[in-house]
Structure formats: structure tokens, C-alpha cells
């Protein structure tokens, strides 16, 4: 299994949306609608924000929305906060119990 | 509230062992695929593990399998790694999540691995 491709880095002011993708193949991302997403911030473990590409566990925000087209998936943040500056990875089922994770993305509010 | 504690972590030569402990509370553990996920510090996750909630299902990575062991003892809420024969490449931040169905759901603070001389 290879990792999900995402973009090193995105950025936005306060107020303003970022959006970051997340490739995957035809057995991952494409294959199910079972694609999460994480929010890390340093020295701490990683935070489900979004499953099942766009549902939200209870107590994540609204502003966070999740998508996804054929071999891609995208997560929105909306209305930036500087709480939000973090790095991200999405995931995927790839069968068999087991995960495939995106090469992370590092959000930084300007 | 549910807790992952992990422990075990540490400096070990490479060819040594470590035993990675994960202590769970707040769920019942007994009904819950555990997850072991790796991080190289400033890079990505990696799945390492899994076993199934009574244990006697487990997958491993490939670059791991025949040299890690995953298990669990539900009388205590806790899921082991031991890890034999490490390499300077197993050198990670290693954390411990629960399946919640399709999703990884709740995650430890993770331990620390690193392998040198």
C-alpha cells in the first residue's frame, strides 16, 4: 500500500477557507466512502475530525467538511482559526482491516 | 471519557527488543479492534497493526510481520507490541487507536521508539 498524496502545505488568514486533497487509487479512496480525516498538533496524538468522507464525530466543528470525487478526497476548514493551525492527514480503508494514511499536510494560519 | 496510555518506549540497539504497552479505559475494551499506527518523527502515519477485539485475528504490516507481535490481554484494557530483531527504521512516535467501524476513532498520546547504537 502506497500513502495517500497530499499537498506539504496550505495556508490561510484568519476568517478565510483552506482546502486540502488527498489522492488515492481505485482500492483505496475510490474504492470506499470510508475516508477520515486527522488534525495533529505538535507533541500530540492525532484527533478524528471527519469520517465516512463528510460526517463529523460529536463536538468537531461545523467548519470542518470533508468531500470526495472518484480517486480524490478533499477536507475544507472554514472560517480559519488559529486553533486550526496543525497538520492534517486523511485515511482510507484499503481492505482487510487495514488503513492507508495521507502524507499529511501542514496548515498554517497566516 | 475514553483513554489510550501508551508505554514502553525507548532507546534499544539495533537487534534488540522492545514491549509497547497500551492501557485502555472508558469503553469496553473486550468489544473493540485495537490498532497499532507508527509516526517517524515529521512525517506521516503508518499502520502497523491490528488485533481483533478476543485476539484471535491479527494483521501486520509488511515491514514489521515476523518481527512484531501483537496482542491483548482484556482482562487488564491492554494491547501489547512486543518488537524483536529492530532495525534504525523502526525508530517512530507509536500510538495505539481504537477501531470505531471504518475509522480509526480515539488515539493515545503515543511512545517513543528509537533505535541506535
Known amino acids: 500500500q502506497s500513502a495517500l498524496t497530499q499537498p506539504p502545505s496550505a495556508s490561510g488568514s484568519p476568517g478565510q477557507s483552506v482546502t486540502i486533497s488527498c489522492t488515492g487509487t481505485s482500492s483505496d479512496v475510490g474504492g470506499y466512502n470510508y475516508v477520515s480525516w486527522y488534525q495533529q498538533h505538535p507533541g500530540k496524538g492525532p484527533k478524528l475530525i471527519i469520517y465516512?468522507?463528510?460526517e463529523r464525530p460529536s463536538g468537531v466543528p461545523d467548519r470542518f467538511s470533508g468531500s470526495k470525487s472518484g480517486n480524490r478526497a478533499s477536507l475544507t476548514v472554514s472560517g480559519l482559526q488559529a486553533e486550526d493551525e496543525a497538520d492534517y492527514y486523511c485515511?482510507?480503508?484499503?481492505?482487510?482491516?487495514?488503513?492507508?494514511f495521507g502524507s499529511g499536510t501542514k496548515v498554517t494560519v497566516l | 471519557e475514553i483513554q489510550l496510555v501508551e508505554s514502553g518506549g525507548g532507546l534499544v540497539q539495533p537487534g534488540g527488543s522492545l514491549r509497547l504497552s497500551c492501557a485502555a479505559s472508558?469503553?469496553?475494551?473486550?468489544?473493540?479492534?485495537m490498532y497499532w499506527v507508527r509516526q517517524v518523527p515529521g512525517k506521516g502515519l503508518v499502520w502497523v497493526s491490528h488485533?481483533?477485539?478476543?485476539?484471535?485475528?491479527?494483521d501486520y504490516a509488511d515491514s514489521v510481520k515476523g518481527r512484531f507481535t501483537i496482542s491483548r490481554d482484556n482482562a487488564k484494557n491492554i494491547v501489547y507490541l512486543q518488537m524483536d530483531r529492530l532495525r534504525a527504521d523502526d525508530t517512530a512516535m507509536y500510538y495505539c487507536a481504537t477501531d470505531g467501524g471504518w475509522k480509526l476513532s480515539s488515539w493515545g498520546q503515543g511512545t517513543l521508539v528509537t533505535v541506535s547504537s
Open positions: 488485533i481483533k477485539n478476543d485476539g484471535t485475528i491479527t
Open positions: 472508558g469503553f469496553i475494551f473486550s468489544n473493540i479492534r
Open positions: 465516512n468522507v463528510n
Open positions: 485515511s482510507s480503508y484499503a481492505g482487510s482491516t487495514t488503513y492507508v
